[in-house]
């Protein structure tokens, strides 16, 4: 069949890449999960209960097959250089697994190469952890449906970027809104603001300061005050207001 010895044709029949998992739980300090398989399937055994026939039209013995735990599983990131997208999966949280040709357990534990002569190949346990795959029950109910918008959320956060050719828009939505910036923070543009403004430290402008429904000018702004007249001989209780 295909050209290929029988052999090779069920060898490759047994070779299976991905599979559905759920997180157990999620380790910040090395950036790996533990796993268990969320699909059970029927595999390939001598003690199975059942006969069937493959998609190959053989005729296989298989057993219904406990589900898989994985343990240190490392996660699937987008990082590049000194640049990353940080988020912690959460126990529940359904994702897949990618299992390589080889073994990669020393890749995981120090960064070096495969280790060479194991007959380790598509094994389980030699695989990274793809976050979230949707199904029906999880699905975001309010996803974007605009090819000119992207969208970072959380429950009760999110960024959302517009941009079609022409306008852009930024839409920062949170509770609160922390900003560090040592060197200062610049703003092209005008700036509205909804509320009220608390500083710690002076509040200057370069040109005037403007307030109340009148607009009044701080530059242009004087007060009338008229010194009450006393008599030669009695001073003023208080220094007259400027």
């Given at each position: 069949?295909f050209g290929y010895p029988e052999e ?168 609160t809104m922390t900003v560090t910036a ?52 009695v001073k003023p209780t208080t220094t007259?207001?400027?």
């Amino acid at each position: 069949m295909f050209g290929y010895p029988e052999e090779s044709i069920k060898a490759m029949y047994l070779i299976k890449t991905h599979y559905i998992m759920r997180v157990i739980e999620f380790h910040p300090e090395d950036q790996t999960v533990d796993l268990i398989q969320d699909v059970y399937e029927y595999c390939n055994t001598l003690a199975g209960d059942m006969v069937v026939e493959n998609e190959l039209g053989y005729n296989v013995t298989v057993g219904l097959q406990k589900p898989t735990v994985l343990w240190g599983i490392p996660v699937k990131q987008l990082r590049w250089g000194q640049f990353s997208i940080q988020a912690c999966p959460q126990p529940g949280d359904t994702g897949y697994i990618e299992v390589f040709t080889n073994d990669i357990t020393s890749w995981v534990q120090n960064g070096g190469e495969n280790i060479p002569g194991s007959d380790r190949h598509f094994a389980k346990e030699s695989c990274v952890f793809v976050p979230f795959v949707a199904n029906k029950k999880n699905a975001t109910p309010d996803y974007v449906n605009n090819e000119n918008t992207l969208v970072i959320k959380s429950a009760n956060a999110s960024i959302t970027l517009t941009d079609d050719g022409t306008t852009s828009d930024v839409k920062i939505v949170s509770k609160t809104m922390t900003v560090t910036a040592e060197d200062g923070v610049s703003i092209t543009g005008d700036v509205s603001v909804e509320g009220k403004i608390n500083a710690t430290d002076e509040i200057k402008s370069d040109t005037d300061v403007k307030a109340g429904p009148n607009e009044t000018s701080l530059t242009g702004h004087t007060h009338n005050y008229v010194t009450p007249l006393h008599p030669s001989t009695v001073k003023p209780t208080t220094t007259p207001n400027p």
